[in-house]
Nanobody, 126 residues
């Protein structure tokens, strides 16, 4: 049974930092592209970033470029999202997701990810 468990969310003031973690189990982690999505209140889920199975970051959402960094530790089957210089617009539920190797759909398409975590809530106060 595949499980993705996010942690590290919370309440932070604008300008602060958080690091989200997503621990995976039940899959061969090193062969999956791992992505982060987020959903703000009243908005659709949006792609934030992803990291291929080989460790190559694909892209970042424009609004987080230069502030967020994705990384992974295959030995720990964990993917991270370091978020710096947070703004209230970053508030939302953050989801990690796993995408099978050789999937051909767009990396930013949520439908191309096979497994999802339950989400971690991030609240940035002004």
């Amino acid at each position: 049974q595949v499980q993705l468990v996010e942690s590290g969310g919370g309440l932070v003031q604008a300008g602060g930092s958080l690091r989200l973690s997503c621990a995976a189990s039940g899959l061969t982690f090193s062969t999956y592209t791992m992505g982060w999505f987020r959903q703000a209140p009243g908005k659709e889920r949006e792609f934030v970033t992803c990291l291929t199975w080989s460790g190559a970051p694909i892209t970042y959402l424009d609004s987080v470029k230069g502030r967020f960094t994705i990384s992974r530790d295959n030995a720990k089957s964990t993917v991270y999202l370091q978020m710096n210089s947070l703004t209230p617009e970053d508030t939302g539920i953050y989801y990690c997701a796993a995408r099978r190797q050789y999937t051909t759909d767009r990396y930013d398409a949520s439908t191309s990810y096979s497994y999802w975590g339950q989400g971690a809530e991030v609240t940035v106060s002004s």
